[in-house]
Nanobody, 121 residues
């Protein structure tokens, strides 16, 4: 079992930045890819970004490409999502997950509890 805890969410004005972190504990997440998803109120969970174990491959949703950057530090069992040029439509609960590199939630086996990101206009 892998436990994931997200942090770094909060309230920010449009155009601002936030850096989300995901800390893993319990069983190591060796070999797993890490993904970030988000869910806005009343909407389905959607893919944001993903990175493979070696950080050699990343995937981004079109809506965040060029603004968000995903990274990970396997030695520290952490992952990050740097979010720049935030927009009100980025408002959502953000979740980190580990599993197989994909854009679909079903590919990810372990999930964090989420952290709220609110972008004011």
């Amino acid at each position: 079992q892998v436990q994931l805890v997200e942090s770094g969410g909060g309230l920010v004005q449009a155009g601002g930045s936030l850096r989300l972190s995901c800390a893993a504990s319990g069983r190591t997440f060796d070999g797993y890819s890490m993904g970030w998803f988000r869910q806005a109120l009343g909407k389905e969970r959607e893919f944001v970004a993903a990175i493979n174990w070696s950080s050699s491959s990343t995937i981004y949703a079109e809506s965040v490409k060029g603004r968000f950057t995903i990274s990970r530090d396997n030695a520290k069992n952490t992952g990050t999502l740097q979010m720049n040029s935030l927009k009100p439509e980025d408002t959502a609960v953000y979740y980190c997950a580990v599993g197989y590199l994909a854009t679909t939630p079903g590919a990810y086996k372990f999930w964090g509890q989420g952290t709220q990101v609110t972008v004011s206009s």
